[in-house]
T-cell receptor, first 113, second 115 residues
Framework: QQQVKQSPQSLIVQKGGISIINCAYENTAFDYFPWYQQFPGKGPALLIAIRPDVSEKKEGRFTISFNKSAKQFSLHIMDSQPGDSATYFCAASKRGSARQLTFGSGTQLTVLP | EAGVVQSPRYKIIEKKQPVAFWCNPISGHNTLYWYRQNLGQGPELLIRYENEEAVDDSQLPKDRFSAERLKGVDSTLKIQPAELGDSAVYLC?????????????FGPGTRLTVL
């Protein structure tokens, strides 16, 4: 059962543009939603995370928007840069089980110079 | 501070051969995870350790996969015998289970190719 669905699979954006990646979840017990960034040959690294008690969280050029009623959340990358080119994974976890992460399938972002 | 260390980084073997991956977590992290990441997919949990105890191995194919975490620090994941479908990147991660958000720190992974 795919509990976290991510789209699009790939995304190409011009430098300076806005990149938007969407995720939807099914399990209402999820209460922590991180985004991970993965460069080729590297492991995923935490980028930004949100809890469902807020609708938006911003850190620099990265913003998570969260819609609890729709069970959807998205990552917005403002002023996208070629260095942002990577694969992005959304994930979700719930209390207990040491917060085991359920990952989406990933979005390969390419920012053109 | 050193991150999660994994070795080898790459491994190519023929099917039916055994293979082992090693992981050294971040110092002080008592929770250790092994994930498998298939090409174009997100990581999927294989096993989770709290200290030396495997507390969640429900996704580990126990007929051919085994893991151990001696003394609650380093861990080894073994496949015997390997099958073609085992080709993937095997990621190790660690965390402080008591952390507020239990952030998991990932190693660079071992890319396994089974011929």
């Amino acid at each position: 059962q795919q509990q976290v669905k991510q789209s699009p699979q790939s995304l190409i954006v011009q430098k300076g543009g806005i990149s938007i990646i969407n995720c939807a979840y099914e399990n209402t017990a999820f209460d922590y939603f991180p985004w991970y960034q993965q460069f080729p040959g590297k492991g995923p690294a935490l980028l930004i995370a949100i809890r469902p008690d807020v609708s938006e969280k911003k850190e620099g050029r990265f913003t998570i928007s969260f819609n609890k009623s729709a069970k959807q959340f998205s990552l917005h990358i403002m002023d996208s840069q070629p260095g942002d080119s990577a694969t992005y994974f959304c994930a979700a976890s719930k209390r207990g089980s040491a917060r085991q992460l359920t990952f989406g399938s990933g979005t390969q972002l390419t920012v053109l110079p | 501070e050193a991150g999660v260390v994994q070795s080898p980084r790459y491994k190519i073997i023929e099917k039916k051969q055994p293979v082992a991956f090693w992981c050294n977590p971040i110092s002080g992290h008592n929770t250790l995870y092994w994930y498998r990441q298939n090409l174009g997919q997100g990581p999927e949990l294989l096993i989770r350790y709290e200290n030396e105890e495997a507390v969640d191995d429900s996704q580990l194919p126990k007929d051919r996969f085994s893991a151990e975490r001696l003394k609650g620090v380093d861990s080894t994941l073994k496949i015997q015998p390997a099958e073609l479908g085992d080709s993937a990147v095997y990621l190790c991660a660690s965390s402080l289970v008591s952390g507020a958000n239990n952030e998991q720190f990932f190693g660079p992974g071992t890319r396994l190719t089974v011929l």
